[in-house]
């Protein structure tokens, strides 16, 4: 099934008019290397590009980083200054101001600037609930599908984040399935964020999209576009390495022309290039992450069952989604806020309350454990423990939970002298990601 590459239905009015200017001779150079590109044997007297993306270096990783499970090619690759840009980039070519992306909540906070702040676009929650893990299902879907329909909003496409920020889950693949056939029929575009993609470190195994795309022969590649970045799996943020991989070579060509706003330095490319050619390393890198995440995740979860403070389970990302219901005397965002004010305020630690991620059910707080060193993390869970353990008085019941007390907060008689945890937004010195060898 192939998409009409001159319909301006599916597309932005941005990606389809000639507003870029490149219909000028000052850019047939470029459209000259592009139908006949250099190569030492099999087309010497070809085009040399001097300042192209290493982009088959990158192809390669992806590849690697999805178990060799898929293939990408390098020309359907796009690099932008980093995964906010690379998001907003897609959301330009594909949407109109006013125009909606469905999106399963808990979401990350951001996308709402990446994808909708400068383009214009809405974002219309999938509200996915703790009765079934957040499972996002094809109810869920049709449900939003239908609320977006009834507001007047035009659906042009859903996005997903694979594996999820916040909750640090990853879609199965009978739920990647019924996503694709989703968006097939109801003809809206797929958007995959799968920036998260190495950092799974317990079963289930990842499967990305492209796995699902090579064994749906009857789904519409055209409308199936990959965001991905070196930021989380490699730990390299500063780099600004996003990329966009589209199977729609329209998209490619709009995306690229947009990419002259945030471009990836040469100098960046070739020492990435140099980098992720090094298999060996590469290997190393992601297995060693793997392991101390899984590390890290343990320390985290077993310290806080301790005192009955339970997680989503979870199994990739640098993160966990802790819950903190029964510390709360009501299940309001009000009630929540004022938990999220005390453990700043007097706890000391910075931690992300659910409703930041549009998150319906109060209570739900991320937690980042992969941006300290295990002292901070003894620290951390010490001040917590004596939080938990001196407000133990009164809990609001929850369902399907074990807690028949109640517990009231109160928070003037908590001491925390030690130091503060590391905010989730900081530079990453002590990760566990940047330190593999």
């Known amino acids: 099934m192939e998409l009409s590459l001159n319909s301006q239905n599916f597309l932005s009015k941005i990606a389809t008019n000639d507003g870029h200017g490149e219909n000028s001779p000052y850019f047939d150079g470029w459209k000259a290397y592009d139908s006949n590109p250099f190569h030492p044997i099999n087309n010497p007297d070809g085009v040399i590009q001097m300042g192209l993306a290493e982009n088959q270096a990158v192809a390669n990783f992806m590849g690697r980083v999805r178990g060799h499970k898929a293939t990408f090619d390098p020309d359907h690759i796009v690099m932008s200054g980093g995964a906010t840009g690379a998001a907003e980039t897609i959301s330009f070519c594909l949407a109109d101001p006013g125009d909606g992306f469905l999106v399963p909540s808990p979401y990350y906070p951001a996308f709402d600037r ?28 049709e449900t939003a599908y239908n609320r977006a329909q009834e507001e007047g909003i035009k659906v042009k496409g859903l996005l997903i984040n694979n594996p999820s920020n916040p909750l640090g889950t990853t879609l199965d693949r009978k739920t990647l399935t ?7 029929e109801k003809n809206i575009h797929l958007v995959c964020d799968e920036i998260y993609a190495a950092t799974v470190f317990s079963q289930p195994d990842f499967v990305s999209i492209s796995e699902i795309l090579e064994e749906e022969v009857n789904c519409n590649k055209n409308l199936v576009h990959i965001l991905y970045s070196l930021s989380k799996d ?42 992720l050619s090094d298999n060996d390393f590469v290997e190393r890198f992601i297995e060693e992450s793997a392991r101390r995440l899984a590390t890290r995740h343990n320390v985290i979860t077993n310290g806080l069952s301790q005192v009955g403070i ?72 010490k001040r917590i423990r004596a939080f938990v ?30 130091a503060t945890m590391t905010p989730p937004h900081s530079p990453l010195p002590h990760s566990p990601l940047v330190r593999a060898v």
Not at 116 to 140: D, H, M, Q, Y
Not at 257 to 272: A, D, E, N, P, W
Not at 325 to 331: D, N, T
Request: proline share 3%.
């Open 178 to 184: 019924t996503i694709v056939q989703f968006t097939n």
């Open 389 to 418: 353990l001196q407000n133990i008085e009164v809990e609001v019941p929850i369902k399907k939970h074990r807690w028949s007390n109640n517990l009231r907060l109160s928070f003037s008689s908590l001491k925390c002298e030690d």
């Open 310 to 381: 339970g997680s989503l389970k979870s199994n990739a990302g640098l993160f966990l989604w802790m819950d903190l219901r029964r510390l709360m005397k009501e299940s309001t965002e009000e009630a929540e806020m004022n938990l999220w004010r005390a453990i700043i305020n007097e706890v000391k630690l910075n931690v992300s309350p659910g409703s930041a991620f549009h998150c319906s059910e109060p209570g739900w707080f991320r937690v980042c454990f992969a941006n300290m060193d295990d002292e901070t993390v003894g620290v951390a869970l």
């Open 114 to 141: 990446d994808i909708r702040w400068r383009t214009g676009t809405k974002l219309v929650p999938i509200i996915c609930e703790s009765s079934n893990n957040f499972i996002l299902t094809l109810s869920a879907l």
């Open 234 to 275: 490699m730990g390299l943020p500063g780099f600004r390495v996003g990329i966009i991989y589209s199977y729609n070579k329209q998209v490619v060509s709009c995306a690229r022309k947009m990419s002259s706003f945030g471009l990836v330095s040469t100098q960046t490319q070739h020492l990435i290039a140099s980098m």
